[in-house]
């Protein structure tokens, strides 16, 4: 069965930083790229980044290019986002999805980010 | 960035109903389109993906249809367990993949 299982979301201050993870389970991790998907309270669903499975190929929504880094460690099926220079507009259910050719195939069940002060 | 714009943004329907909503690409995007579901404080769940495909596991009372830039999403006998919002997603070409503002089917 697969599985996908966020970590690591919380408070944090505007400008602050964050890492966040996603763990996965029930697939052969490394075949897959790996997307992060976000929502911001009451809103909508917002691409944030895609990582292809061998990390080689990395995309990021104009919103947060140059301030998040995605990135994998195939040997520990771990997906992350390094998230700087934190904005209030950055508040959300950050969800990490399988990439099953640019379709989201399997989710998980999402990490809430706040950022205030 | 190819937008994508759902009408309507709500709608009320009744068990047993059947229910259509679009999905329309401000330029073609082929049948790169998907549709997922929604419920309360859940993650979304693929339902159709390539404009028509249905999902494994996904009840057959779910079609998709559309290409170029008009796409629709029919639920034919509507359940209980439908009401949720619907979002429509492009996967044509490279990133930003965008979603749609989404459906939200409520009970009358």
């Given at each position: 069965e697969v599985q996908l299982v966020e970590s690591g979301g919380g408070l944090v201050q505007p400008g602050g930083s964050l890492i966040i993870s996603c763990d996965a389970s029930g697939f052969i991790f490394s075949s897959y790229a790996m997307n992060w998907v976000r929502q911001a309270p009451g809103k909508g669903l917002e691409w944030v980044s895609y990582i292809s499975g061998s990390s080689s190929t990395k995309y990021y929504a104009d919103s947060v290019k140059g301030r998040f880094t995605i990135s994998r460690d195939n040997a520990k099926n771990s997906l992350f986002l390094q998230m700087n220079s934190?904005?209030?507009?950055?508040?959300a259910v950050y969800y990490c999805a399988r990439d099953t050719l640019t379709l989201f195939d399997y989710w998980g069940q999402g990490t809430l980010v706040t950022v205030s002060s | 960035d190819i937008q994508l714009t759902q009408s309507p943004s709500s709608l009320s329907a009744s068990v047993g109903d059947r229910v259509t909503f679009t999905c329309r690409a401000s330029?073609?995007?082929?049948?790169?389109l998907n549709w997922y579901q929604q419920k309360p404080g859940k993650a979304p769940k693929l339902l159709i993906y390539t404009a028509s495909s249905l999902q494994s596991?996904?009840?057959?009372?779910f079609s998709g249809s559309g290409s170029g830039t008009d796409f629709t999403l029919t639920i034919s006998s509507l359940q209980p367990e439908d009401f949720a919002t619907y979002y429509c997603q492009q996967s044509y070409n490279t990133p930003p993949w965008t979603f749609g503002q989404g459906t939200k089917v409520e009970i009358k």
């Amino acid at each position: 069965e697969v599985q996908l299982v966020e970590s690591g979301g919380g408070l944090v201050q505007p400008g602050g930083s964050l890492i966040i993870s996603c763990d996965a389970s029930g697939f052969i991790f490394s075949s897959y790229a790996m997307n992060w998907v976000r929502q911001a309270p009451g809103k909508g669903l917002e691409w944030v980044s895609y990582i292809s499975g061998s990390s080689s190929t990395k995309y990021y929504a104009d919103s947060v290019k140059g301030r998040f880094t995605i990135s994998r460690d195939n040997a520990k099926n771990s997906l992350f986002l390094q998230m700087n220079s934190l904005r209030d507009e950055d508040t959300a259910v950050y969800y990490c999805a399988r990439d099953t050719l640019t379709l989201f195939d399997y989710w998980g069940q999402g990490t809430l980010v706040t950022v205030s002060s | 960035d190819i937008q994508l714009t759902q009408s309507p943004s709500s709608l009320s329907a009744s068990v047993g109903d059947r229910v259509t909503f679009t999905c329309r690409a401000s330029q073609s995007i082929s049948s790169y389109l998907n549709w997922y579901q929604q419920k309360p404080g859940k993650a979304p769940k693929l339902l159709i993906y390539t404009a028509s495909s249905l999902q494994s596991g996904v009840p057959s009372r779910f079609s998709g249809s559309g290409s170029g830039t008009d796409f629709t999403l029919t639920i034919s006998s509507l359940q209980p367990e439908d009401f949720a919002t619907y979002y429509c997603q492009q996967s044509y070409n490279t990133p930003p993949w965008t979603f749609g503002q989404g459906t939200k089917v409520e009970i009358k």
